[in-house]
Every structure is written in structure tokens, then in C-alpha cells.
């Protein structure tokens, strides 16, 4: 069944009933989620032996998934430091930040934003993101999915604006 992600709710003269949108939809970032890790750079891993005696070891990461680098048979006895998603949560709060910056400025300044650059700095925002799903074995397409079919149905049960995840 094809799905056309701009209408994610029925027509007014039908009954209000969001339209679920498969995360098929959005599989392409997936496949950008699968790139970014060439690009990756993490810092090592640190690992300690589980007693908490010796010295402290360094781990490489590698470019498989996390949970795969935990099964190296010579650190089956030493606890990891790092936390998946860690360095990169890091990463974009930081470039958040620059985005942020850059629409503040504009706003001060009272200029449009350099789209070139804000381009740029969302789509550091983006690979960071990527990273964090990643890190956690979530698909980007699965988030896109998500997200748009609670905010579908938030807006066809009325509950769009207001606080709080479960509305």
C-alpha cells in the first residue's frame, strides 16, 4: 500500500482518524544512518577489570556495533566505561547549540539566516543523531515513523499543542 507522507491525517469530510505511515517510507535514512559511520571518529574505549584491580586498559572502538566490540574475548572480564550514545549526545548538543546561534543572530540582527550554513550545521545535527540511534540500534526510519504518526494523531485527537509525551 503506498503511503504519500504529506497527508498524515483524513480529509475534514471524512472521520478523524490518523493515517499510520510505515517506516518503509523513510528507509533512506536508514541507508544514511548505515554512511555516517565511516565519517565516525569516537574516542577510545576505556576498560577496567571487573574486581577493580590492575591497571586500565583501552579498547579501540571498531566500526561494528558496539555490542559486537563488547564480545572481544580478551576483555571478557573488564567492565566498559563508555556509554553508547555518549560522545555523540556530546556532539550534538553541541551543534544544537551552533544552529541556535545562527537563528539568534539572524533574529538580533535582524538578517535571514545564511541558509548555506544553516544547512551545514543541521546536518552535523543530523549525523549526530544518526550516531545516537545507532549507537542504540535504533533505525532512523523508525524514529520518522514514530514521531510523525504520534504527531498525527495528536492532531486528530486535539492534543497537538499542551505538555507532556503522553497526551
Given amino acids: 500500500m503506498e503511503h504519500d507522507p ?7 469530510d471524512e472521520p478523524k482518524k490518523a493515517i499510520i505511515i510505515p517506516s518503509e517510507v523513510f528507509r533512506q535514512f536508514d541507508d544514511y ?5 565511516r565519517t565516525a571518529l ?39 566505561v563508555y556509554q553508547p550514545g555518549a560522545y555523540a549526545a556530546l556532539g550534538l548538543a553541541g551543534e544544537t547549540g551552533e544552529v541556535m546561534e545562527l537563528i539568534k543572530k539572524g533574529m538580533r540582527d535582524q538578517h535571514v539566516v545564511d541558509r548555506e550554513r544553516l544547512t551545514k550545521e543541521l546536518g552535523d545535527v543530523l549525523w549526530y543523531l544518526a550516531r545516537i540511534a545507532d549507537d542504540h540500534g535504533i533505525k532512523l526510519s523508525d ?4 514521531n510523525l504518526n504520534k504527531l498525527a494523531q495528536r492532531k486528530v485527537d486535539g492534543t497537538i499543542g499542551g505538555e507532556g509525551s503522553d497526551r
Fill in 6 to 12: 504529506r497527508h498524515l491525517w483524513t480529509p475534514k
Fill in 33 to 37: 544512518q548505515h554512511l555516517t559511520m
Fill in 42 to 80: 569516537y574516542p577510545m574505549i576505556y576498560a577496567r577489570p571487573s574486581a577493580g584491580t590492575g591497571t586500565p586498559q583501552r579498547h579501540p572502538m571498531s566500526h561494528e556495533p558496539l555490542q559486537e566490540t563488547v564480545k572481544d574475548p580478551v576483555f571478557v572480564n573488564y567492565e566498559l
Fill in 143 to 146: 524514529i520518522a515513523a514514530t
